[in-house]
């Protein structure tokens, strides 16, 4: 099968690309390569798949989501089958700071993945939203059950307007969609601009860190494996309409169109005190804390509800944080040569 992986320099869409790849699928992958963090690393998971590119079965496209033309004519140039969307301008902080490139990536962007789903008869498009979304909600665990009306950033807020505009596809032009609400991802080749990578930094150099919330944060960090196992599993579940959906009592996370909303994470979560303990023991070094009230556009906790994913696609997370922070510390330290 020929499959689109959008965002696939970026941490999530590399793996699952990987793992399509290792699989047997042929993948297209779409990055614009944008500098929000350090190109170098977007184009050192590139090399993770060169040996796919030289055997023909991983084709690379520089191309901007923004420009409609280009998107279009990807699409048209190698008819895939499925797509699996994770590009996007990520980060809670940035979108504080410029506002204006969440719009460009996260909706116009967007628009033009949905536009060109619908006019080559996409079999599924599965596509990246957040447990940001949840926002002002505090019943914990947080489930697609649970109204996702009040977002805090407009990160989140451009990740439920994806859930809309995915709805309205899937009702108008009968166009599967599914939407995956990611809880805290974390693991190697991961993102610079996250927790684990920058506390990593900070305590082998010896700077302080910022620790919003006083530390009292509670994170469903979600390792990168039981991410990708769980895309890959709904990539493999087109969405379909629910016969028993209930216009007088609507359920948020399915319809009379086949659209799909999953929460997508460990469904255990750890205080944030607790991961920086965790890096303590594995970096052999203590870390000094500034410790700071909560960031506008932060949620004090998150926690999540996977039932509906395990129910519909048999997900099931399997590895511990203690594990995971230990993999993250191994990677660093031989991609950035680091001598512990």
């Known amino acids: 099968m020929t499959i689109l992986v959008t965002g696939a320099a970026g941490f999530i869409g590399n793996a699952v690309a990987l793992r399509l790849l290792e699989r047997g699928d042929r993948v297209i992958g779409l990055d614009n390569l944008n500098p929000y963090y350090d190109v170098n690393l977007k184009k050192a998971r590139l090399e993770r798949l060169a040996g796919f590119a030289k055997s023909g079965q991983f084709t690379f496209c520089h191309v901007d989501l923004i420009h409609r033309e280009s998107v279009s004519q990807l699409f048209a140039d190698f008819l895939p089958r499925r797509v699996v969307h994770l590009a996007a301008q990520a980060g809670v902080r940035y ?10 990536s996260n909706i116009v962007g967007f628009a033009h993945i949905l536009e060109a789903c619908r006019h080559h008869q996409i079999e599924h498009l599965v596509y990246a939203s957040t447990s940001s979304v949840y926002g002002a909600n505090r019943k914990l665990p947080f489930s697609v059950q649970d109204s996702a009306n ?7 807020a451009t990740k439920k307007a994806n859930e809309l505009m995915a709805h309205t596809y899937s009702y108008l032009y009968n166009l599967p969609t599914t939407g995956l609400r990611f809880f805290t991802v974390y693991g190697p080749w991961g993102r610079p601009d996250m927790a684990l990578f920058k506390f990593t930094k900070a305590i082998l ?13 509670q994170r ?22 629910n016969p028993h959906w209930n216009p007088e009592n609507p359920d948020p996370s399915t319809s009379l169109a086949p659209w799909r909303l999953y929460n997508i994470g460990a469904h255990r979560p750890v205080e944030l005190l607790r991961y920086i303990e965790l890096l ?13 009230p909560l960031q506008p556009g932060d949620v004090p906790d998150t926690y999540a509800d996977v039932e509906a994913l395990r129910a519909d696609t048999g997900y099931e997370p399997t590895t511990p944080v203690e594990v995971g922070v230990r993999r993250f510390v191994d990677w660093y330290c031989e991609f950035y040569q680091i001598k512990l």
């Open 95 to 104: 979108s504080l700071e410029n506002p204006l490139a969440y719009i460009d």
């Open 150 to 156: 009040h977002p805090l950033s407009l990160y989140a």
């Open 205 to 217: 150099n010896n700077d302080p860190l910022p620790v919003f919330n006083y530390g009292r944060h």
């Open 220 to 241: 469903d960090f979600t390792y990168i494996d039981d991410i990708v196992e769980g895309v890959v599993k709904v990539l493999d579940h087109p969405a379909t309409a």
């Open 280 to 292: 303590e023991t594995y970096l052999g070094k203590k870390a000094t804390l500034n410790l700071l």
